[in-house]
């Protein structure tokens, strides 16, 4: 697993998130990036801060209403697309 800063695994979430909406899944997708610990902190902390909201038990979604989606960084968008 490459060390990613704090931000960039919230960006990395998040993009997951808006690729597939169901927890479990994005967990399983990103479960070579980041540590399970890893993705559940940060979707913990983005719902904290009101990027992403819970929508019925499993499914998860990017607030986009109330905060835009990050800019995604060059060194992270060969990472989204393989997803």
Not at 55 to 68: D, K
């Amino acid at each position: 697993m490459a060390d990613y800063s704090m931000n960039e695994k919230m960006i990395i979430v998040q993009y997951a998130i808006k690729k597939y909406e169901n927890e479990d899944i994005v967990i399983e997708k990103l479960k070579d990036i980041l540590s399970e610990k890893d993705v559940q902190r940060n979707i913990d902390t983005l719902i904290g801060t009101q990027r992403i909201r819970r929508i019925g038990p499993e499914n998860l979604q990017n607030n986009e209403s109330h905060t835009e989606l990050p800019e995604l960084p060059e060194n992270l968008k060969p990472l989204i697309d393989n997803l």
